[in-house]
């Protein structure tokens, strides 16, 4: 797996050991991957999108071509997971889902696993999420409210065939460690496409000196956005130069260039109040932008922020007892900048970590999504002094 800097790409900012969001102590990532098949949809293309039919036609339901999967970020890992994170959101552009986020902007918690699948599959995540809380906590009477996020694979996997079940959602959490993180078409990433080139899942992390501490900002990042133009690295606008070789967009049932979603998830250990880990998620689009992206209409682009600081600090109260307060430690507002750097550059790493990680992949009727090309993107960076 080849990763941005080991590209060679000069990229800013001191990593964590995993250059990975794992890097957040207690942060845990898994994944289930889903890939069988390899023939027409079991539905129809979506109504929006006009054009040619299925190369076959369609075939009986959840017999279709599989290029899909679940992702399972762990903010306190398995034994924590009901001890709330301060946390925050923010959407860039809204055509896509988020469960959860009205009540982490009405309380700044954040408690469960978070889950990222195909927008199809949101129901099944969530209910595997409870399944999951309710294994390991089998007499939890409250209410759980867990956190599903999504982007469309719907080019390379038959989306609508019903492939992601519950128990993938907790085959991903059960799988869940720390350390290095697999990137490019894994977990919820699978089918997806980023610059119309193989997109999917990638990460990266940042250590931030405060006084005489340090803290990490991780970013993970799932890709699915981006027309090819718009493609940039390190500075130099590259997409143009890549444009031959784009199935994805010289298709003619897709949406316009650009349009798909991107879902990103940011970490720290740094002690945040619920609206700083807010302003975190808010410089998510800036780290795109770096990549090229312009938040199109058509993609959904939603940010969550949270932080691991103040444990049981935000449980939710006293209810067996007095009523009581909790207090939160915090880095003071005007000393946070390096934080919202932090959180540009990795989510820049990220996407670019998601593009080389790419591997061609054929789906559905045949589609195809090509990998970035290495020697050439190279070439173009050399020329320009990059490299």
């Given at each position: 797996m080849t990763r941005a800097r080991a590209f060679g790409l000069?990229?800013?900012?001191?990593?964590?050991?995993?250059?990975a969001i794992t890097d957040v102590p207690g942060v845990e990532v898994g994944y289930t991957t889903l890939i069988s098949g390899d023939g027409p949809s079991s539905s129809p293309h979506p109504p929006l999108f006009q054009g040619r039919a299925p190369l076959d036609g369609p075939t009986r339901r959840g017999a279709g071509t599989v290029r899909t999967g679940v992702t399972a970020l762990l903010p306190r890992g398995r034994d924590g997971f009901l001890d709330p994170c301060a946390a925050g959101i923010h959407s860039l552009n809204g055509n896509g889902e988020m469960?959860?986020?009205?009540?982490?902007?009405?309380?700044?918690?954040?408690?469960?696993?978070?889950?990222?699948?195909?927008?199809?599959?949101?129901?099944?995540?969530?209910?595997?999420?409870?399944?999951?809380?309710?294994?390991?906590?089998?007499?939890?009477?409250?209410?759980l409210l867990p956190v599903v996020a999504?982007?469309?694979?719907?080019?390379?996997?038959?989306?609508?065939?019903?492939?992601?079940?519950?128990?993938?959602?907790?085959?991903?959490?059960?799988?869940?460690?720390g350390g290095a993180v697999e990137e490019g078409s894994v977990g919820g990433g699978t089918g997806m496409n980023c610059y119309s080139f193989k997109g999917g899942s990638g990460t990266s992390s940042r250590v931030v000196a405060h006084g005489s501490d340090s803290y990490t900002v991780g970013a993970f990042v799932q890709a699915n956005f981006g027309g090819r133009r718009q493609l940039t690295v390190c500075g130099v606008p590259v997409g143009a130069d890549l444009a031959d070789d784009n199935p994805i967009e010289d298709d003619d049932w897709l949406a316009p260039p650009g349009s798909g979603s991107v879902i990103v998830v940011i970490g720290t250990d740094a002690p945040l109040l619920p609206g700083q880990c807010?302003?975190?998620?808010?410089?998510?689009?800036?780290?795109?932008?770096?990549?090229?992206?312009?938040?199109?209409?058509?993609?959904?682009?939603?940010?969550?922020?949270?932080?691991?600081?103040?444990?049981?600090?935000?449980?939710?109260?006293?209810?067996?007892?007095?009523?009581?307060?909790?207090?939160?430690?915090?880095?003071?507002?005007?000393r946070i900048d390096p934080f919202f750097e932090a959180v540009v550059e990795t989510v820049e790493e990220a996407v670019l970590n998601v593009l080389l990680a790419g591997r061609t992949m054929i789906g559905r009727d045949?589609?195809?999504?090509?990998?970035?090309?290495?020697?050439?993107?190279?070439?173009?960076l050399t020329a320009r002094g990059v490299l």
């Open positions: 000069p990229l800013p900012g001191t990593p964590g050991p995993h250059n469960t959860g986020s009205h009540w982490i902007a009405e309380t700044g918690a954040l408690t469960l696993p978070v889950m990222i699948t195909n927008t199809h599959a949101v129901g099944a995540a969530h209910r595997g999420a409870i399944d999951w809380a309710l294994r390991e906590r089998p007499g939890f009477q409250e209410w999504e982007t469309w694979d719907g080019y390379l996997n038959d989306i609508g065939g019903d492939h992601v079940r519950p128990g993938h959602a907790v085959a991903a959490i059960d799988a869940a460690s807010t302003a975190l998620a808010r410089r998510v689009p800036l780290g795109l932008a770096r990549t090229g992206a312009y938040g199109a209409h058509g993609s959904g682009d939603i940010f969550l922020a949270f932080s691991t600081a103040n444990p049981g600090a935000i449980s939710g109260g006293f209810p067996d007892g007095e009523p009581g307060y909790d207090t939160l430690r915090f880095v003071p507002w005007n045949g589609h195809r999504s090509p990998a970035l090309p290495h020697d050439r993107l190279k070439d173009l």
